[in-house]
């Protein structure tokens, strides 16, 4: 690994999130509740720290390789989510360090599980940057870095290809920073248009922003404790429930509306199996709820916003699915696992690998009836090749490996199997509520340090798609060259 | 400027890098997978698996709003339609690759019909440098400008050369009878010199210095470098190349034999060329080069595809004492090892092409006047020599040079007024219609303007 460009990466990327942390102190000013000191020294922490770094090495090469771009790619994570629990500690907000970090990082991989039992008394300022952090990680902070920041090496799509979720990375425009640009571009004047409908449906702007960031980076955090059922408001259930269904939507999607492109959108096979699943889930779910509520409209809007808010892997809640009937609760587990298009905001598999892996059943189905057929498997009209399916299969054992071994390991401490097995699923696809004891009116207080750092790292691996966060327990790529 | 290169042979990759380095937004097609996945991870361009002839790959790579097309597969008809093809669809401007002697004669209508910009014939243009540097054996490069009136030659300079151990600026002083040549570059190992009045060279520097073609003779007659003329020629590898050259060779009356492995590339050959001696067999048997007369030849050419044969055959030539030995290598990294071990004259067809299809995107890209007619590229891209014609209304006009301020390591080498080559002084002024060479580190300079402040 090429240490010195990688402390240099490090560094500047400590600088930027030194600048995220600037709208949140502003907050804080306004507000005057008492943790404007906590971002003050946060920022100097932060600032301090990646100037040193930044600025102090002059790397000799500017070559980073793919393995090392990985491992990069996931190191930032681990460093940026921990920077970015200082606010929660130094405020006293969260004063236990592993549940700050648990809380940060929940933030940044876009999951929204928390560990707080009690979330409206604290200061404004820090609950902001709670949710802000929702909105750095939705679209990526390396991303986000390669945009706004003039070439640090040659070499820099594969930081952008490990961060950004789906089989497979393809670039908008040729050169990375200006796709870096577009898509930031696409994800904040979404983002616009979600918080312009919210104050139109009668919220302050306050709360408008902390919802859009939740639902823009597919987060789930609210500054309520009852999360969005707290507004009893149909409407903003609606507006809510429709942005999150969009921001599961893989972007280049946007990106052909807006050059006003019709057939690469017609031709998004993904996008289609993903609005057909959200319809399908919608209406089952509805005649499974229907006898709970009775009225049928009151069925529909709960059903849609819990089918968008699971599969987009949000996680706000407008109810308590807990009490739902068994089948209705299943449905939302395995959209959970699922999650939404690549390319989007959102965690969990992704519709792509799972559409890819049942027609690559089907056609193996077919070559045990006519052996000698020859059979391509096509995704949005154009032949995949054999390795990607490959590597669609391998991510989905990996994946499942961690499912399981996480809840093997939950279960240690854990005195329901449902409990640890959704607490896993549920932090592994960045959805943030699981059932039971982890459900829609609990938190994650309960469990112990070594098993919050587990589901943290359980987090961070669903958010980069695994590999670039287990690379790092690779000696290999600590070695010097 | 957008652009679309199709084919990821070693060519277009060359170029994409290129191309990426200048700020160009460069999408490159091609139709193996493998090539798409290695180049995704070192280079900032965009990679589209597909056939450049396919309107619906071309769609995709938005050809529509491209400014250059360049067609650079390693099948001619396939950049020939390809460049109908992306022309049609919309693109800019065309450049193919079009290299098969076969269309030697047909070429500018095949190129008005399928609407082809520029084609480029790297295999002649190389076959064409190769001839030249023939002419001036103690050379090891020359470059024409202006037309072929200018040109720019290296030499390594040795011991007890008139030149070496002097200051620039008592050069003419203590060497009375020197032909006045403008000393432009000097590569010292791996660093290249714009030499300033107080430079000295050593022996072991390749020099290279700039003026019209008959002092740059006289230049090196006064050298004692003299012009022992090459009368034999003995060339390896039967290829385009050796066919471009063979012909233009046997029309300067030379004695040239070819040695060629494959039986029936090597009749094809002596059927096209009945001019010359071609030999069936391998080049590196040394037996066989030895009876074939390799020690009475003036000059060897290795032009084989295989850049390490053409290595090999080139040492063993140089070391039986072959005048002029010239060898063909494609690979940047080996040029500097030859370099070293003695061989002055590396010839590498990649970077001929390169360097033509930079210097169009150049002029293209560039709204100024003036832009760049002419460029070479001294040690990969470390220096570039390039050739403007000055144009009315640009601010330098008639301005006396000493009044100018030229950006940092640059040099105005020759100016060319109505076929009269003059290195310039102070005093001296560019007039509309000269023609202007410049030596640069600067790389990436596009139009005659930007040399000056």
């Keep these: 690994m090429n240490y010195k460009l990688v402390f240099r990466l490090m560094g500047r990327l400590l600088l930027m999130e030194a600048a995220l942390m600037l709208p ?21 922490i932060t600032a301090t720290i990646g100037v040193l770094l930044s600025f102090l090495l002059k790397p000799e090469r500017d070559d980073l390789t793919a393995r090392d771009g990985m491992a990069v790619a996931g190191l930032s994570w681990v460093i940026l989510s921990f920077f970015g629990a200082l606010p929660f500690v130094l405020s006293g907000a969260i004063p236990h360090v592993v549940d700050a970090y648990f809380e940060a990082v929940s933030g940044f991989t876009t999951t929204g599980s928390t560990i707080l039992r009690e979330i409206e008394h604290l200061p404004k300022g820090v609950l902001f940057w709670r949710s802000f952090t929702h909105w750095i990680g939705g679209m990526g902070v390396l991303v986000f870095t390669l945009a706004v920041l003039p070439k640090l090496s040659g070499r820099t799509s594969h930081l952008a290809r490990a961060e950004s979720p789906g089989p497979t990375f393809s670039k908008l425009l040729p050169k990375m920073g200006d796709t870096a640009k577009m898509l930031y571009a696409l994800y904040f004047g979404l983002s616009l248009i979600e918080t312009a409908c919210l104050l139109l449906a009668g919220m302050n702007l306050y709360d408008a922003l902390i919802h859009t960031f939740g639902t ?14 707290a507004f009893h408001n149909p409407l903003i259930e609606w507006i809510i429930g429709v942005f999150m269904m969009l921001f599961g939507i893989n972007f280049a999607v946007y990106f052909h509306l807006v050059r006003k492109e019709k057939e690469p959108i017609l031709q998004s096979e993904e996008m289609w199996i993903y609005l057909s699943i959200v319809l399908v889930s919608t209406l089952l779910v509805t005649v499974s709820i229907l006898p709970q509520y009775g009225a049928f409209f009151t069925a529909l809007r709960y059903a849609f916003f819990q089918v968008t808010s699971i599969i987009s892997t949000t996680g706000f809640g407008t109810t308590d699915f807990n009490l739902w009937p068994l089948f209705a609760r299943a449905l939302l587990l395995l959209l959970m696992c699922m999650g939404a298009c690549a390319g989007s905001t959102a965690g969990g598999i992704k519709t792509s690998r799972v559409l890819l892996l049942s027609k690559s059943a089907y056609r ?53 199997f449902v409990t640890a097995f959704t607490a896993v699923l549920t932090t592994l696809s960045n959805v943030g509520p699981g059932l039971n004891g982890v459900g829609p009116t609990e938190n994650f207080a309960a469990f112990s340090p070594a098993a919050k750092l587990l589901l943290s790292f359980l987090m961070l691996a669903g958010r980069l798609e695994i590999y670039p966060i287990l690379l790092l327990f690779a000696p290999h790529v600590w070695r010097k060259n | 400027m957008r652009i679309i290169i199709i084919g990821g042979g070693k060519l277009g990759i060359s170029l994409a890098h290129h191309l990426v380095d200048e700020g160009h937004n460069v999408t490159m097609i091609d139709r193996s997978e493998t090539v798409v996945q290695k180049s995704m991870d070192t280079m900032d361009a965009m990679f589209i698996h597909g056939s450049g002839v396919s309107a619906n790959t071309l769609k995709e790579a938005d050809v529509q709003h491209t400014d250059i097309v360049i067609a650079a597969t390693v099948s001619d008809e396939v950049n020939m339609l390809a460049c109908l093809t992306a022309k049609r669809l919309g693109a800019q401007y065309t450049i193919a690759r079009i290299r098969d002697p076969e269309y030697l004669n047909t070429l500018s209508f095949l190129q008005k019909e399928l609407s082809i910009d520029y084609a480029i014939n790297p295999e002649r243009a190389t076959a064409r440098e190769i001839s030249r540097m023939l002419r001036f054996p103690f050379a090891g490069s020359i470059e024409t400008f202006a037309r072929g009136r200018v040109e720019m030659v290296d030499f390594r300079a040795a011991e007890g050369d008139p030149v070496v151990g002097i200051p620039m600026k008592e050069m003419y002083k203590k060497n009375r009878q020197l032909p006045q040549v403008l000393f432009c570059a000097v590569e010292r190992g791996t660093e290249i010199i714009i030499p300033k009045g107080d430079f000295i060279i050593k ?38 190349i050796a066919f471009y050259l063979v012909s233009m060779l046997v029309r300067m009356k030379m004695k040239v034999s070819v040695i060629e492995v494959k039986k029936d590339k090597a009749r094809r050959l002596a059927d096209a060329l009945p001019g010359a001696t071609i030999i069936e067999g391998d080049g590196t048997d040394q037996e066989l080069l030895e009876s074939e007369g390799l020690a009475d030849t003036h000059a060897f050419i290795t032009l084989s595809d295989r850049d390490e044969e053409n290595l090999m055959a080139g040492f063993y030539a140089a070391q039986r004492g072959v005048k002029k030995v010239i060898v063909k290598s494609s690979r940047d990294t080996y040029s500097s090892i030859m370099h070293n071990m003695g061989l002055d004259s590396i010839i590498s067809t990649k970077a ?30 470390q220096a570039e020599a390039l050739e403007f014609i000055a144009q009315a209304g640009d601010k330098y006009i008639h301005v006396p040079l000493k009044d100018l301020k030229i950006i940092p390591d640059a040099l105005i080498a020759v100016i060319v007024r109505e076929g009269l080559v003059k290195v310039p002084f102070g005093n001296d002024t560019i007039e509309v219609g000269d023609y202007v060479v410049v030596i640069s580190r600067k790389a990436g300079l596009s139009a005659l303007g930007q040399v000056f402040r």
Excluded at chain 1, 374 to 387: D, I, N, T
């Design chain 1, 24 to 44: 949140s102190l502003a907050v804080s000013l306004i507000f005057r509740q008492g943790d404007t000191l906590a971002f003050l020294e946060a920022i100097a």
């Design chain 2, 203 to 240: 022996p072991g520097d390749r020099v290279h210095v700039v003026s019209d073609v008959e002092t740059i003779t006289r230049f090196f007659t006064a050298l004692g470098k003299g012009m022992s003329t090459i009368r034999s020629v003995m060339v390896m590898g039967g290829s385009k």
């Design chain 1, 364 to 416: 193996d189905l077919e070559h045990t009836i006519q052996p000698r057929k020859v059979a391509v498997v096509r995704l949005e009209g154009k032949a995949v090749q054999e390795s990607t399916l490959a590597q669609v299969g391998v991510y989905l054992s990996l994946w499942v490996a961690l499912a399981i071994s996480g809840t093997l390991l939950v279960s240690l401490e854990s005195s329901d």
């Design chain 2, 352 to 381: 001929i092409a390169c360097n033509d299809i930079l210097r169009v995107v150049r002029s293209r890209s560039s709204r100024a006047n003036a832009a760049v007619e002419r460029m070479y590229r001294l040690m990969n891209g």
């Design chain 1, 216 to 229: 823009a980076g597919t987060g789930g955090f609210s500054n309520y404790n009852a999360s969005v059922g």
